[in-house]
């Protein structure tokens, strides 16, 4: 089984996001992992322990900072990692999933898993969009992937615990919403051991023109403007615990 | 109880010829030809080959080694095994015997060829766990636990100072503090979160009170040491939390750090060093022990109990410290002190150490009769001993659960400072 | 080329979601600024199309669609845009809608503006507001084009003005379900056995804030103490701290408890989905630029876990 995992670095949303122009400051945020590539990176080696093959683990380098991730994936199963230097922290999904796409077309992949969406994806996820330029199927929410021979069966989530199955014949892209067991431990040694030894295959991006004609154009980027905001408790934890205990109780709450 | 591996075939010859001189004997043969057995050394020299596990090819096989140790007490083990289970086809990498040592030392003790377990070990499993081999699940979780939370058992970071309060006298938090103590008392995990462990928590910052000791603890930013996890294979996690914990270490003004624990005192002690932390560090029974004659008046209630004491590993054949424990008991009014037949340099290991203390259901299931805690558990019971008294972290859960498991609940477990505690304050 | 907008609704067990209705009445306001019509587009068997205040309603009306299938949704959809060549494609940002935009975005060219929140003309041509960096930013986006293509978060316009009644025009399905690469096995229903979050009165939700499993029990002790229940957000039960059934959100259980006493979530769009309608939303998160607090009627910037530690002794 050959699998591919497309791996997206966004910016932390953990902290501030600082604006420049009408863009995000790339210059002055951290870049991170998409939360939902983790859960396509369980996935693949589950998979890849279960029947057998190989999982090759590529992202768009924006900043020159993907190794950082590129080793985890190594330390947590993948056997190969691939970064296309692309160093544009501006580059849309679609710009990605073209770049991606033009590397991925020769890896003879059966399945290519990406996260489900990122917190930039603002003109949409790299996972369909791979799947269109490549002439797969796609298939996003997605709660499992099991191989069996030539296709899979996939679990979709709906809302609500609802969902359901599907048999998708390889080759496929899965959107992967969360694998079935929580992202694995990486041994520190691990990854320590990678960021020394592993190689990283370098790709030049290629195959974006037509996908640069016509963009997204984004005028403005700004903090939201508060219509509504919520009344701001003030004080120490302890005042602030008083005061809740205090609204709740006015409220025949508590 | 054979090791679960094949053994590779052995090749009888008539004749061994090496590096072109005939060795097969014939020539002075007495009797009938000797069968000679030709073995392949690679899964040797692949343990060997493992920077710092190099001294596994030392052996000469004269089993001086399998007599001390603990585990093949229980089991069928020991550095000369193990050399010969990978002589005739055990890949130690993969093999469940690659988690029972405890790196308790005791072989290191006596071997004349300085076979060092205590690094070949870690090493070892390093590699196993590079390789993607088989890891205890119990460990791995150990593992994530520490990486995590900053502790091996999981517990919320931010209830590490929690224990405090069933002290009932202060325990003053360095960085609330703000300026310089002569003792940083490094608690450690157990101590801070098992509840036998705070047990003992407490009766320290009892007795350091009652001494007039101006000590601090780290408090919510104390950290594991991850030193047994390091001898169980995950160097790159003790590296990370050394790394934390040295920062945190000099951030703050203090003489001397009092550490509850011998994996810690081990670990600050003799590993930090490599990593630029050298500050003086001591276990609280050598500390202790320097208040003798403060400490004796304070010690008002008899304990009427005949005492047999455990030596930890880490406090006794790895930092050399077997008599301030056995003072501070001897000091106890109404303690009758005896000795169990391996005490000391040859103390019997309790199987805590190098991660034991987290494959407890692993290596029981694996060619041995018994935990080592329940053999212990029975030694100490055969003195005719009510009391265990043991002066590390792991030791109380374990034997706390050993002495029931091998119906010895006659047997009281109490860390020393428990003792100390409870004959300064009476109960 | 029209000025047509189509709107893509979604249905499940034979009902529309409100998403679909809240599109509809955007459509029809954008339609009339650009001078085209707002065409309700209904994909699948089982399920009653005359519902929509559209202009027109198209419904492809195959059995072998009533069960949603990515690829041949996209299929359909990309057939019908063919055909029509309309000016705007809506979609709701949804577990379903989110399978097909983009890759209709790939597949024709047209630029996509997913996580909107707001879309209107301006000189004639689209402008968006779409929530990005989950929530931290708006953008307003200028798709370029013949066509664009809109992804819209449920919840941001009004279900009433999209709910009427259309006759549909009735399509054949262009898609042949057999050569087909994915296909509908089974439906999964929800497990049961735990309790019901969206029956409780009082929810006491955790974050990601709440930082590991160890610490979920503080947030049971303080749900005791309220005679609430603990929900969480997906994060949570992503990482196996609570079950499935305990999550609140697009992926989760709707719920309108009297109380959401939210620890350490961040309000992501996702999640608000869940819980907006809440009759009173208390927020503690020490990020005070948390996107939670523009949703909840009160909030503090403090440690969850002090807060809730500090409000136990007061129970
Ligand atoms: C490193 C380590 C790991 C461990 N891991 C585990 C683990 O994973 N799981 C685990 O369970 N333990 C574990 N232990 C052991 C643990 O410390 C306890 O020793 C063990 O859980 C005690 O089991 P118990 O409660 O059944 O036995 P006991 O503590 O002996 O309790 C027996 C109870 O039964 C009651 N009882 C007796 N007769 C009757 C009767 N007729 N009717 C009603 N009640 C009666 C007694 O009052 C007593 O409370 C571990 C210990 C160590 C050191
Ligand atoms: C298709 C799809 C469906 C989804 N469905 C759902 C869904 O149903 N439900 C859902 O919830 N999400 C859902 N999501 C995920 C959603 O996008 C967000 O990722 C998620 O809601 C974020 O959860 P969070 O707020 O707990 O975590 P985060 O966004 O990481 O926020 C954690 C917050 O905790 C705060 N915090 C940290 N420490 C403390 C502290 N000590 N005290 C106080 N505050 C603290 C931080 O400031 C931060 O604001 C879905 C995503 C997709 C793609
Ligand atoms: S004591 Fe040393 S040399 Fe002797 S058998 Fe043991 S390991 Fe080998
Ligand atoms: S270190 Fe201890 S447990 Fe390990 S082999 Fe040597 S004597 Fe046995």
């Not at chain 1, 020159?64 to 580059?91: M, Q, R, S």
């Not at chain 2, 995590?148 to 003053?172: E, F, H, M, T, Y």
Request: with cysteine.
């Amino acid at each position: 089984m050959n699998i591919v995992v497309a791996i997206k670095h966004i910016p932390s949303i953990a902290d501030d996001l600082p604006v420049k122009g009408n863009n995000v400051d790339f210059d002055s945020v951290d870049f991170v992992l998409n939360e939902w590539d983790e859960h396509s990176i369980e996935q693949a080696v589950l998979i890849k322990e279960s029947v057998g093959g190989t999982v090759t683990v590529i992202g768009v380098d924006l900043i020159g900072e993907l190794d950082n991730a590129l080793h985890l994936a190594l330390a947590k199963g993948a056997d190969k990692v691939v970064k296309i230097t692309a160093d544009d922290p501006a580059a849309d999904s679609h710009m990605q999933a073209k770049w991606l796409s033009e590397a991925i077309k020769g890896m003879g992949a059966n399945m290519v898993f990406a996260g489900v969406q990122a917190s930039n994806d603002l003109d949409g996820q790299i996972g369909p969009m791979i799947a269109a330029y490549l002439d797969m199927p796609y298939i996003g929410g997605v709660s499992s992937v099991e191989a069996n021979g030539d296709s899979a069966t996939v679990n979709k989530e709906f809302a609500g615990g609802a969902g359901a199955k599907y048999a998708v014949s390889m080759p496929f892209v899965a959107g992967v919403q969360s694998a079935p067991k929580p992202p694995r431990y990486a041994p520190v040694s691990k990854v320590r051991q990678m960021a020394q030894s592993a190689t990283v295959e370098k790709v030049a991006p290629s195959g974006d023109a037509d996908v640069r004609e016509r963009p997204l154009r984004i005028l403005k980027m700004a903090p939201p403007v508060v219509t509504g905001h919520a009344e701001m408790i003030e004080g120490s934890s302890k005042e602030v615990a008083a005061k809740i205990v205090e609204l709740l109780k006015s409220k025949g709450l508590a | 109880m054979a090791p679960k591996f094949e053994k590779a075939k052995a090749v009888e010859k008539e004749h061994a010829v090496v590096d072109g001189v005939d060795v097969s004997g014939h020539w002075n043969r007495m009797f009938e030809q000797r069968v000679i057995f030709e073995y392949t050394p690679e899964l040797i020299e692949k343990i060997a080959d493992i920077p710092n596990a190099e001294s596994f090819a030392n052996c000469y096989q004269c089993a001086k080694c399998v007599a001390v140790c603990p585990v093949d007490v229980v089991g069928n083990y020991g550095p000369r095994k193990l050399y010969r289970y990978a002589q005739t086809g055990m890949d130690l990498t993969e093999a469940p015997e690659l988690w029972l040592c405890t790196t308790c030392a005791n072989c290191l003790r006596v071997c004349p060829k300085e076979v060092n377990m205590v690094k070949i070990m870690p090493a070892a499993r390093e590699q196993a766990i590079l390789d993607g081999k088989f890891v205890p699940a119990e460990l791995q979780q150990a593992f994530e636990n520490t990486a995590k939370s900053g502790n091996p058992l999981g517990q919320p970071q931010r209830k590490r100072d929690a224990w405090i309060q069933s002290a009932g006298v202060p325990v003053p938090i360095i960085k609330d503090l703000g300026r310089k103590v002569s003792v940083l008392w490094y608690v450690g995990s157990y101590p801070s979160y098992h509840p036998r462990g705070i047990d003992a928590a407490a009766a320290a910052a009892r007795i350091f009170n009652a001494l007039g000791i101006d000590f601090a603890i780290l408090g919510k930013e104390e950290k594991d040491d991850a030193d047994s996890q390091r001898l169980a294979g995950e160097k790159g996690l003790f590296e990370m939390m050394t790394e934390q914990n040295i920062e945190t270490f000099n951030k703050y003004e203090w003489d001397e750090m009092v550490v509850t624990g011998p994996h810690e005192l081990n670990a600050f002690k003799n590993v930090y060093p490599k990593y630029g932390f050298e500050r003086p560090v001591v276990h609280y029974s050598t500390f202790l022990a320097r208040y003798l004659d403060q400490l004796k008046p304070m010690l008002k209630h008899p304990v009427n109990k005949k005492i047999t004491y455990h030596d930890p590993c880490y406090l006794g054949r790895h930092n050399g410290e077997y008599e301030a424990p056995r003072k501070l008991l001897e000091a106890i009014p109404g303690v009758e002190l005896v000795e169990m037949q391996r005490n000391r340099e040859n103390g019997y290991c309790c199987g805590g150490g190098g991660g034991g203390m987290w494959m407890d259901s692993f290596t029981a299931k694996h060619n041995t009769t018994m935990r080592l805690s329940e053999k212990r558990a029975m030694e100490a019971a055969s003195t005719g001993a009510n009391v265990l008294a043991v002066a590390c972290p792991f030791e109380v859960s374990r034997f706390t659960d050993a002495v029931k498991s091998t119906g010895n609940e006659h047997v009281d477990v109490l860390d020393i400072l428990e003792l100390l505690d409870r004959s300064m304050r009476g109960e | 080329m029209s000025n047509d907008i189509l709107v893509i609704t979604e249905h499940m067990d034979g009902k529309f979601s409100d998403v679909s209705f809240e599109m509809v009445g955007k459509a029809k306001e954008l339609a009339s600024a650009l001078g085209g019509q707002a065409v309700a587009v209904v994909v699948g068997g089982g399920v009653s199309s005359n519902v929509f205040a559209s202009d027109s309603t198209i419904h492809i009306d195959d059995a072998a669609l009533s069960n949603f299938n990515p690829e041949a949704y996209g299929k359909v959809i990309e057939a019908l845009v063919k055909e029509k060549s309309p000016k705007v494609v809506m979609f709701g940002w949804t577990v379903t809608g989110m399978d097909v935009a983009a890759w209709l975005s790939a597949r024709t060219g047209a630029p996509l503006a997913a996580y909107a929140k707001d879309v209107r003309v301006e000189g004639g041509s689209l402008v968006v507001s779409s929530q990005a960096y989950g929530g931290k930013l708006m953008a307003e986006v200028a798709p370029e084009g013949d066509m664009a293509i809109v992804a819209c978060l449920a919840g941001s316009f009004p279900v009433e003005a999209g709910q009427g009644s259309t006759a549909g025009t009735t399509m054949a399905s262009p898609v042949d379900a057999g050569s087909l690469k994915v296909k509908f096995v089974e439906a999964i229903k929800p497990a049961g056995g735990d309790v019901d979050i969206t029956a409780q009165a009082k929810l006491v939700s955790i974050g990601r804030g709440i930082g590991g499993k160890e610490n979920v029990e503080l947030a049971e002790e303080l749900a005791k103490a309220l005679g609430a229940t603990v929900s969480a957000s997906r994060p949570v039960v992503d990482a196996g701290w609570l079950p499935r059934t305990r999550q609140v959100g697009k992926s989760g259980l709707k719920v309108k408890p009297k109380l959401y006493l939210m620890l350490g979530i961040s309000g992501a769009p996702e999640h608000l989905e869940g819980m907006k309608s809440a009759e009173l939303i208390i927020a503690v998160n020490t990020d005070k630029k948390a996107p939670i607090f523009n949703v909840a009627h009160y909030g503090a910037t403090a440690d969850l876990f002090e807060v809730a530690e500090a409000m136990l002794e007061l129970l």
